[in-house]
């Protein structure tokens, strides 16, 4: 792998335009990776999914050259309809269009970063990767005050033209005092057997609003990872609402700090998976200052050998007095082979605080479809009412009624 | 003065702290394969336990120790301990208590755990441990006439080999961690119990484990196996003097119930836990485990841990046989500077198995606590279930308690629950009581008591109401 990674940064470089300094620390980056490698088993954040042993057996051997010269036609028929959106169109990891047509134009400002190199503060070898191979990276700004009229879909779109490749994405959000963002992120692929490695950073200020939706809802044999970063000030609200569903594999990362009072974060997620997938979400709410909140509600429905992980940690500092952290994971195993794996995690150092966690997985209840089944519906129907119910829970959280009847639609769930 | 003020000033400075005097026959300092012999061969074992014991140091030059764990401590220096200690007058095994150095039946006195005949009162069965050997087992004759085998197992070896050949190491392997593999090396003495087929203990089977010598690492092993039918109720309790260095305790214990068998295995772990400042104590690095081998087998542990400078234990359960129970109860309190990183496994492996787990972990002053436990459903275990909860709760900002399950199910037919908390104690909960007229401290002592309760339950009598007091006492100086 060696070789062909210092092969293909060789090539990418060539096409980027650069500073001197910045190619030294993309080399740094590269070296790094090269280094520690893919993520493995051994390391504590992955030991229910060995990134490495996935890739081994899914893709074989990866390449990392992407030729982004020439631009792809964007194509309209994936865009949502019915409902009025700011597009940015990712195509085989290359932007393609930045569109903010519903909004003011001196409200938004979009910033190219190329040439500034983020320090994450999470120490896989990912985001070195991520460093060292992403070209363009823009930041966009939300100025005070300025609240976005429709949300912004970012569609992530690969199509067959690639294969075996490694797509590494990035793009920084600023939303200042009092501002707020609709995001979605669409997952939307029909290439196979890539690997996509997508960073986000977002940096809250004062009353601001982020809601945030992921879904990945299109089959797909591609394997994901995606990072989260959020940084929030006073009174910051941050909602993230993941639907983990098409990819062959898929690790959400959700990374959040609290920094300032009165700041709140809530994370949801459905897994809804068949098929021998591996899906894995991975949240870490730092509480770092007093008052301050955070909720995470994750729900899984297992069929076919399909395996699902999630890891949850809620941190609370010695300062953070008077948090309030709640967490609960709910599963439920449809198929003898599927698997079901959680490591709910409390690490506190405060006295005055409210932090439970709760995790159950089991089959569905047989008193309950036997209950609906006395009123005359059939064992699937029943089987389907109860997932249908247990999932709209979730749904039933975002706090956005457009978005929210959306990804109802989307997933196909019933009030 | 009240009673229970005074109880509180005798135990403030650790009650157990004392040293006795006593002339020790030593191993030479250091760990190799001539401190191995030397300890097989004072012990006259026969050559399958030498061979035992160096099979496990073969495996032990190669592994690592962990470094996993939430509480760090210096690297321990394996070749500056003494390995093996003894009374001297234990040389020549006194034949009755009547033959037993004085000296050493006033220490055992002054710990309140009586060896001589007045014991007879309480109806438990002591087995004595006093740095690396077995000092004095009661009860004896009673018990052989139901054919039940309680003693050291330095005499099991040499007396009942089958047995021991058969179940050491069966559920601990030579191969197994740093520390189980260190302990399978260099043990030096433990209890040996075997329950015979349809006999339910009559009395309660207990070890009394101290560390004396300086310098001195205690490596004990403990042996439980319940044939089919029985039932055995087994306690432990520890204690060391107070010293500034840390000494290291790594014990193994192995228990195997067979089909319809059921152990109950109790723990009251007061080591010395180090001064105010966190000097000194004992390092408490303990492998547990237990084996339901037969179907409808139950092990039970339960643990109040309160001393110890580090504690570092997971007592397990392995339900292999079908429709067998695992359950554990456990109290963590952490003071001062102590550490405790503790909990438990359930492996579940037969059909309809069940698993329980109540863990309670109280942490003040500037300590450090976590619950790190694995409940792992295999894909064969077909309607199993566990439920399982934990809480903590605080006192002051300094200390931190930390929640770590492993919950893995790969079973559709099989329910999981898993629920945790953190929390202070309310004020509401202490403005109650104060109103009625407790003082904060006293306040403070009964709604932990309350908190605990589920747990204290789950003990035999005479370890509830030390233990209680244990609880009320180690938190002394926490409140206000």
Redesign the interface.
């Known amino acids: 792998m060696k070789e062909q990674l210092q092969k293909d940064f060789d090539n990418s470089i060539k096409n980027f335009s650069l500073s001197q300094k910045d190619i030294e620390i993309k080399k740094f980056c590269l070296e790094s990776f090269i280094d520690k490698g893919f993520p493995n088993r051994k390391e504590?954040d992955w030991k229910f999914s060995d990134l490495n042993q996935i890739i081994k057996n899914n893709i074989g051997e990866l390449s990392f050259y992407n030729d982004q010269t020439s631009t792809n036609k964007v194509d309209t028929s994936v865009f949502v309809d019915g409902l009025e959106h700011n597009k940015i169109v990712f195509i085989n990891g290359r932007i393609e269009k930045i569109d903010f047509e519903y909004e003011k134009k001196d409200q938004i400002e979009i910033i190219d970063q190329s040439e500034t190199i983020n320090e994450f503060k999470n120490s896989n070898s990912l985001s070195d990767l991520n460093n060292a191979f992403t070209n363009k990276c823009f930041k966009i700004l939300v100025k005070k005050g300025y609240q976005l009229v429709k949300p912004l879909i970012i569609y992530h779109t690969t199509n067959t033209k690639i294969w075996s490749k490694n797509i590494n994405l990035r793009l920084n959000f600023e939303l200042d005092k009092n501002s707020s963002l609709r995001l979605i992120d669409l997952f939307n692929d029909t290439s196979e057997k890539n690997f996509l490695n997508i960073f986000y950073n977002f940096e809250l200020k004062e009353n601001a609003v982020l809601k945030n939706y992921k879904v990945d809802k299109f089959e797909n044999k591609n394997i994901k990872y995606s990072f989260n970063n959020i940084d929030q000030d006073k009174n910051s609200i941050s909602e993230t609402f993941i639907l983990s569903s098409g990819s062959n594999f898929s690790k959400n990362e959700i990374n959040c700090n609290l920094n300032g009072v009165y700041a709140s974060a809530f994370v949801n997620g459905i897994f809804s998976l068949n098929n021998h997938k591996h899906h894995e979400i991975r949240s870490i709410i730092n509480h770092l200052t007093e008052n301050t909140k955070s909720y995470q509600l994750i729900k899984s429905v297992l069929d076919q050998s399909s395996k699902a992980v999630y890891q949850g940690k809620i941190f609370v500092n010695?300062d953070a007095?008077k948090t309030d952290g709640y967490q609960l994971s709910k599963?439920i195993?449809?198929?003898?082979?599927?698997?079901?794996?959680?490591?709910?995690?409390?690490?506190?150092?405060?006295?005055?605080?409210?932090?439970?966690?709760?995790?159950?997985?089991?089959?569905l209840n047989e008193d309950s479809i036997f209950y609906l089944m006395s009123r005359g519906l059939s064992y699937q129907q029943s089987r389907e009412l109860l997932i249908n119910g247990f999932l709209l829970d979730v749904v039933e959280k975002i706090t956005d009624s457009e978005i929210k009847n959306l990804i109802k639609n989307m997933i196909g769930i019933k009030e | 003065m009240d009673k229970r003020q005074k109880e509180i000033n005798d135990l403030k400075d650790y009650k157990y702290g004392f040293s006795t005097d006593i002339e020790n026959i030593q191993a030479p300092k250091g760990l190799n394969e001539d401190v191995i012999k030397f300890i097989s061969n004072i012990k006259k074992e026969p050559a399958w336990m030498l061979e035992f014991r160096l099979k496990a140091f073969e495996r032990f030059k190669v592994l690592k120790e962990p470094d996993w764990q939430k509480p760090k401590f210096p690297k321990i220096d394996y070749q500056d301990l003494y390995y093996y200690s003894a009374p001297k007058s234990m040389k020549d095994k006194p034949k009755s208590l009547d033959e037993l150095d004085p000296k050493l039946l006033e220490t055992y006195k002054k710990l309140g755990i009586p060896l001589q005949e007045q014991a007879r009162l309480n109806g438990i069965a002591v087995d004595a441990v006093f740095d690396s050997v077995s000092v004095a087992t009661t009860f004896k004759d009673e018990l052989t006439k139901q054919g039940i085998i309680f003693c050291p197992i330095s005499e099991a070896i040499q007396n009942h080999p089958e047995l021991v050949k058969k179940y050491l190491g069966s559920v601990i392997p030579t191969s197994d961690h740093f520390f189980a593999t260190l302990n399978s090396a260099v043990f030096t003495d433990g209890s040996f119990v075997y329950i015979p087929e349809g006999v339910r203990c009559p009395m309660e089977l207990s070890t009394y484990f101290r560390i004396n010598a300086s310098n001195t690492g205690q490596f004990e092993r403990t042996l439980i196996i319940a044939d089919k039918g029985s039932y055995v109720s087994y306690l432990e309790g520890c204690t060391a003097p107070m010293r500034d260095e840390n000494q290291l305790h790594a014990a193994n214990v192995e228990l195997i119930a067979l089909d319809d068998a059921e152990i109950k295995y109790s723990t009251v772990q007061n080591w010395y836990p180090g001064d105010k400042d966190g000097k000194g104590g004992i390092y408490n690095f303990v492998t547990k485990r237990g084996l339901c081998k037969g179907k409808n087998s139950k092990i039970s542990w339960t643990q109040v841990e309160t001393g110890s400078a580090i504690t570092w234990k997971y007592p397990s359960c392995i339900l292999k046989g079908d429709n067998s129970v695992g359950e554990f109860y456990s109290i963590a309190i952490t003071n001062n500077y102590q550490k405790a990183d503790t909990g438990t496994k359930m492996i579940h492996l037969g059909k309809n198995t069940k698993s329980k787990i109540i863990s309670k972990g109280i942490s003040a002053g500037s300590s450090d606590m976590t619950y790190r436990g694995l409940v792992d459903i295999s894909s064969k275990a077909k309607n199993s279930n566990n439920y399982t909860q934990c809480d903590s709760l605080l006192m002051g900002n300094k200390c931190g308690a930390h929640t770590v399950p492993y919950i893995k199910n790969k079973n559709s037919e099989s329910n999981i629950a898993h629920e945790a908390t953190t929390s202070k104690i309310s004020e509401e909960q202490l403005h109650y009581c104060q109103q009625r007229g407790l003082n904060p401290e006293e306040a403070v002592g009964l709604i932990v008591n309350g908190f605990c309760k589920e747990v204290l339950q789950q003990l035999p009598m005479e370890f509830a109401v030390e233990a209680q007091k244990l609880v009320g006492i180690s938190l002394e100086g926490s409140v206000g």
Not at chain 1, 357 to 362: K, L
């Open positions: 504590e010695s007095q599963a195993l449809l198929n003898k082979e599927s698997e079901f794996n959680a490591k709910p995690e409390l690490e506190i150092y405060a006295d005055d605080v409210k932090c439970s966690h709760g995790s159950a997985s089991g089959s």
